[in-house]
């Protein structure tokens, strides 16, 4: 099991875990505040600066997971891959107009979830309920992605088991997840970002440096890449004229989507104000240009001849040839932690949604701040070992899929949410229907007869179903919002959304 | 109106048939990628400006 361990490489990862537990449990009693709420315990008390809120996103939404598939797309098809910068340009200017609307008539009206606030706007909690429910069927098998990524490093490290066995330190790893993340709640995950994107910048710069130096420069990597998908269909250094229509949809219908995560949400509504989030879109993109660095590892590892039949194995592959043991521990670490980090948030995320949207205005109406803070508590366990059971027993490609699945439901709620912030001409009715069929015809869409498409041609070019489905979706909305007008009484102002200084002044 | 300035680097990101060739490289790394990659802290720029124009508290 343990015979072919790389000794030096395993004790500094454990040495970086062992020191980011203690700090996942000292958590609870940084910026102190009642636990026992629950805009305390799932948001951070909504005290996040600019520079947390920063590490936090960063730490959240630059996954483990992405770290190990961004560069594995490129590995396996080169160009397509690099779908993801365009698909990361595209949100930061859409989080700096929207975003600190949705925080302003959060804070004032005490939303902790999305589906709050479309429940404020619109008075519909089925609707309330379907958003909520989106969110957590996405988020679930994005969990057990992060574990993926996870036992990736782990397997590298040269730990093999049979059976259960073979689990067992991810099992490990994620019960002291749980345990931190019950205690301190969205601090743990906003304490350890710091950690987190730290060593991910140290070991990408350096691998962006060094790899290539050893390789003889960037030239000779990406000659040796094209020679490697010569002869492949699709594959390449640059799109082919069938790829770039899908390349474009990709990267929008993905940008749409991931804000209406959860765990995107709990993010940006812990930001202590609209000024944090602001600086954050400036700031986040730094993030951005380590995923694209991070992307050109896929063509190094061609360069330094890794062949894998897995390309998720080839950035830890990679790494295992060109770096000391020590520091592979050190990068290996890195990503691990890089899985702690958006799985506590995202089962944060999922928590609070379930408390707040299906729980309360389901089954008990009446709950006390204590009440809703135990439950979601008890409910972030439950949807972590929900995602370890997905890994332990279910094939990693059924997880895939339905991650893949999960950003074309997430984006079916984009217009509940996002038109909800400019206007209420739409009607809570309206917005149900063109969600019912939004979600269902991506799923048609989806669901080849032997695997998962993410492309449909429309027209004669393929186009990310995500996009054509919440195409459909926002049709449908207008239609019936036109044909069943919402009640007038609105609960929400416009000054709601603006920030209170702006408020103030006007 | 104030945030059409913002449109601007979408418009750029997804105008893939202008960055989808090989040159001018830049030190060995194809122009699709180089140029994509500088269009992160370009598009940085464009919020800067409209938060500027906005008169956001920064």
Redesign the interface.
Known sequence: MIDHLNWTATIVFVAFFVAVTVLGFVASRWKAGNLDELHEWGLGGRRFGSWITWFLLGGDLYTAYTIIAVPALVYAIG?FG?FA??Y???I??FV??AM?RLWNVARKKGYITASDFVYGRYGNKWLELAVALTGIIATMPYIALQLVGMEKVIQALGFHGEGYMAHAPLTIAFVILALYTYKSGLRAPAMIAFVKDIMIYIFVIAAVIMIPIELG??????EAAAKAYEGKQNAG???TQAQ?VP??TL??GSAMALFMYPHSMTGVLSAAS??AI??S??TL?AY??IL??IA?LGFMAHAAGVKVANPQDAVPQLFLKMFPDWFVGFCFAAIAIGALVPAAVMSIGAANTFTRNIWRPFVDPNMTPSDESSLAKLMSLVVKVGALAVILFMPTKFAIDLQLLGGVWMIQVFPAVVFGLYTRWFSGTGLLAGWVVGFTFGTYLSWGPTAWVPMSVVGGVGMFNALIAVAANIVVATVVSAAFRPATDEAIGHRDFE?A?EAAKA | MKYLVLLIPCVIALWVPFFNTAEPALGGVPFFYWFQIVMIPGSVVFIWIAAKIEGSDL
């Open positions: 160009a690099f910068v365009p990361t340009i595209l930061y200017p700096f107009v600190p420069g960037y030239g000779k990597v990406f250094l640059l799109l770039v390349f474009i990267a929008i609209p000024k602001r600086h879109a400036m993109p951005s240009v694209a660095l050109l920030d200084i």
